[in-house]
């Protein structure tokens, strides 16, 4: 199995008082931080801007310009964090028995099958960071072939997600909740490099990227029409594998930057041949639509209530007749229960109607075990209101949920 295939199984307001200091061209503070809410500004460079989460827990990056001058804000902002995020990797993969040559190769073969925009991003960074391209190309695989490593051991499921909105939540307004997941034990300790990463390009949507710094592929993400799409593995259902055709992870970036409503965004997926089978949610305030991108075709599942849609690694039977024989079963409910278990829970007395922010934080927090989808290799979590353009994130065994409220963060080009 070549590496793009073994990585894609893994398929993440306070007063500011600030000091103006003329170090180079990187600046720590400014007014600009008052208005973003929840948010502390520690950095400026070249027009962007670096905030920490009101726990001065994780990074926001708010960059503007054209691709390779946000890669440039991107590594003149965060170029000490990136650089011990590349070095602490780069040994653990190393002790795992991946050399650096070995690491490198991988990322090259991911490098080749992303779009323009990650290659703009990666000169750019390089140009202010202090890290080479070739360093760049290898942090941002370093979760990839991280998980190719911890997965030798065991696979575990590889995200779940659920949207409710309509009767499920007080107001009708769509709130997502999201997995990602791989292996906790060997990644956890990376957690405190997740980032929310708001990209401003001169043409087309801002959006903002949910990974750890570094990590210019896009597996969660919304942009600034309030579109939301997240990303899972798909390969239980379907195997094969594609050569020469863009990453999904890479086309995922395109969909949110030129796609203004779920309609939009779901043709744009659909009609694009998938190198990788993947199950993508795509959402808004108003509903969420599930497109099984499988490598022979493409279709959108429906709802299983109106109001809540739940997905995790397989397909959902029953399948189009056109799919027969192409589609492998899902397992039984005993081998992996989290999709019957998260629709279980939305439709229980404890949260049927009451699945706002708090109501799915909540429901997020439950354990395959006691009837939910967290589990041994859940990573991070995301929750996404979209009435209200805000995010909830957080690094299991590292933070509590944190706020990461959007609208200050795009319309800067």
């Known amino acids: 199995m070549d590496f793009r295939r073994a990585c894609r199984a893994q398929v993440t307001s306070i007063v500011i008082i600030a000091l103006m200091l003329a170090i180079s061209s990187v600046s720590i503070g400014s007014s600009r931080g008052e208005a973003q809410q ?12 670096a905030y920490r989460t009101g726990d001065d827990i994780y990074w926001v990056l708010e960059l503007g310009g054209s691709w390779l001058q946000m890669g440039r804000q991107y590594g003149g902002l965060v170029k000490e964090e990136l650089r011990r995020f590349h070095d602490e990797i780069t040994e653990d993969l190393t002790a795992r028995g991946m050399g650096y040559d070995a690491q490198l190769a991988n990322a090259k073969e991911l490098d080749a099958a992303f779009g323009a925009h990650i ?17 760049v190309r290898v942090l941002n695989a370093g979760m990839c072939n991280l998980s190719m490593m911890a997965m030798q051991v065991e696979m575990p499921g590889s995200c779940s997600g659920i949207a409710a909105w309509g009767p499920y939540t007080p107001d009708g307004s769509l709130v997502f909740g999201r997995n990602w997941d791989i292996d906790r034990k060997s990644m956890a300790g990376y957690m405190e490099y997740l980032s929310v ?46 050569i020469g055709l863009e990453d999904t992870v890479s086309v995922l970036v ?13 043709d744009y ?87 706002d922010v708090e109501g799915m934080k909540e429901l ?50």
């Open 38 to 49: 929840g948010l502390r500004q520690v950095r400026s460079f070249e027009g962007g801007n």
């Open 119 to 135: 290659g703009d991003l990666v000169k750019g960074i390089s140009e202010t960071s202090g890290l080479s391209e070739e360093e």
């Open 197 to 242: 990463v708001a990209f401003n390009p001169e043409k087309g949507n801002s959006f903002a990227n949910v990974h750890p710094l570094g990590n210019l592929y896009l597996e969660t993400g919304i942009n600034d029409k309030g579109v939301f799409i997240e990303l899972n593995n798909g390969m239980a259902s379907d195997p094969g594998y594609v």
């Open 254 to 266: 395109s969909a949110l930057n030129e796609c203004g409503t779920v309609e939009e965004a779901v």
């Open 269 to 355: 997926l659909v009609s694009r041949p998938a190198d990788m089978s993947y199950i993508i949610q795509v959402a808004d305030e108003d509903v969420c639509m599930s497109v099984e991108r499988a490598t022979f075709g493409s279709r959108i599942r429906a709802c299983e209530q109106e109001g809540v849609i739940a997905a995790y690694n397989n397909f959902i039977p029953p399948y189009p007749e056109e799919w027969a024989g192409k589609v492998a079963d899902p397992p039984a409910r005993e081998e992996d229960p989290r999709y019957e278990n998260l629709i279980g829970l939305a439709n229980s007395d404890r949260f049927f109607g009451k699945l």
């Open 364 to 413: 997020m927090g439950i354990g395959v075990g006691e009837g939910g989808a967290v589990h041994a290799g859940t990573v991070l979590q995301v929750v996404a209101s979209l009435g209200q353009m805000s995010l909830w994130i957080r690094g299991l065994d590292h933070s509590d949920w944190q706020e990461v409220r959007l609208e200050g963060l795009f319309g800067r080009r």
